[in-house]
Nanobody, 124 residues
């Protein structure tokens, strides 16, 4: 079965950095576009970043543009999110997702598989 497993979450101070990763198994990783979403308590799950199959194109929410970087390693079946200049508003559970079809990466409906999430907490 398909598994997406996030890791690397934790507690950091505002202004700090954190790198979270997602390890995929049970699918042909290079065939899937990958995305990161996040969900804070009481809020809807929102788009953070996405990357296409080859890694040649990336997409970011305005709220994280310039601070976060998404990347992938198809040889290792992993996608990562480097988060810099973290703000308390970034506090959320971060989810990894995989989409066989391309386009509309901002929409949750695009994605076929989801991980269980990793907690990121930014203190002030």
């Amino acid at each position: 079965q398909v598994q997406l497993v996030e890791s690397g979450g934790g507690l950091v101070q505002a202004g700090g950095s954190l790198r979270i990763s997602c390890a995929a198994s049970g699918l042909t990783f290079s065939q899937y576009n990958m995305g990161w979403f996040r969900q804070a308590p009481g809020k809807e799950r929102e788009f953070v970043a996405a990357i296409n199959r080859s890694g040649g194109s990336t997409y970011y929410a305005d709220s994280v543009k310039g601070r976060f970087t998404i990347s992938r390693d198809n040889a290792k079946n992993t996608v990562t999110l480097q988060m810099n200049s973290l703000k308390p508003e970034d506090t959320a559970v971060y989810y990894c997702a995989a989409a066989l079809l391309s386009g509309n990466y901002y929409q949750r409906s695009r994605y076929d598989y989801w991980g269980q999430g990793t907690q990121v907490t930014v203190s002030s």
